[in-house]
Nanobody, 125 residues
């Protein structure tokens, strides 16, 4: 079992930056692919960034590519999301997620097994 706790959300002006952190419990953290998802009011939850177990492979949708960077430090059980050039449309609750990746899944199609409680990111115009 994995428990995830996000931190680092807040209010920032458009064009600014934020760094989200996710602390994971459990001795098998390095076995999991990790991801960040977000959900804005009235919208479905969407994938923002994912990273494989080793950190050597990442995936971003076009909406954040070039602006967001996901990273992990397995020795510390930590995952990060560096968000630059933030836009008002990035406003959402951001969730950290963990997935063991079944044989049919990739980091682009992951369906997480575990979720954090979320952290609010608000970008003002």
């Amino acid at each position: 079992q994995v428990q995830l706790v996000e931190s680092g959300g807040g209010l920032v002006q458009a064009g600014g930056s934020l760094r989200l952190s996710c602390a994971a419990s459990g001795r098998t953290f390095s076995s999991y692919a990790m991801g960040w998802f977000r959900q804005a009011p009235g919208k479905e939850r969407e994938l923002v960034a994912t990273i494989n177990w080793s950190g050597r492979s990442t995936y971003y949708p076009d909406s954040v590519k070039g602006r967001f960077t996901i990273s992990r430090v397995n020795a510390k059980n930590m995952v990060y999301l560096q968000m630059n050039s933030l836009k008002p449309e990035d406003t959402a609750v951001y969730y950290c997620a963990a997935d063991l990746l079944s044989p049919k899944e990739t980091i682009a199609t992951m369906r997480p097994d575990y979720w954090g409680q979320g952290t609010q990111v608000t970008v003002s115009s």
